[in-house]
Nanobody, 120 residues
Framework: QVQLVESGGGLVQAGGSLRLSCAAS????????MAWYRQAPGKQRELVAG???????NYADSVKGRFTISRDNAKNTVYLQMNSLKPEDTAVYYC??????????????WGQGTQVTVSS
């Protein structure tokens, strides 16, 4: 019943910024936890940034100080602000949300992915 739609990816020059969005639609009561992953060609998917339902936030060492994960609960939307982008940030980025869909049930959903390409 929940669909995640990602947007905001594109081509950007090294040093530039992008903000990725992940909008949850459907039967969404609340977002309990959120994360952004990325997968570059020939590499395994890695966790970029994530939060827990307890409120803790973690970032991959490679993006600390440059990326920020946030959300707008009123819009059921999660964001990844990416600053000082580097060519090695080039990847398909996926949002992953744990969503409360009923008063008693949480479920795990993935976005379709959005391409981020950083040119040198």
């Amino acid at each position: 019943q929940v669909q995640l739609v990602e947007s905001g990816g594109g081509l950007v020059q090294a040093g530039g910024s992008l903000r990725l969005s992940c909008a949850a639609s459907g039967r969404v009561f609340s977002i309990k936890a959120m994360a952004w992953y990325r997968q570059a060609p020939g590499k395994q998917r890695e966790l970029v940034a994530g939060t827990t339902s307890g409120g803790s936030t973690n970032y991959a060492d490679s993006v600390k100080g440059r990326f920020t994960i946030s959300r707008d609960n009123a819009k059921n939307t999660v964001y990844l602000q990416m600053n000082s982008l580097k060519p090695e940030d080039t990847a398909v980025y996926y949002c992953n949300l744990i969503v409360r869909t009923t008063t008693w049930y949480d479920d795990d959903y993935w976005g379709q992915g959005t391409q981020v390409t950083v040119s040198s």
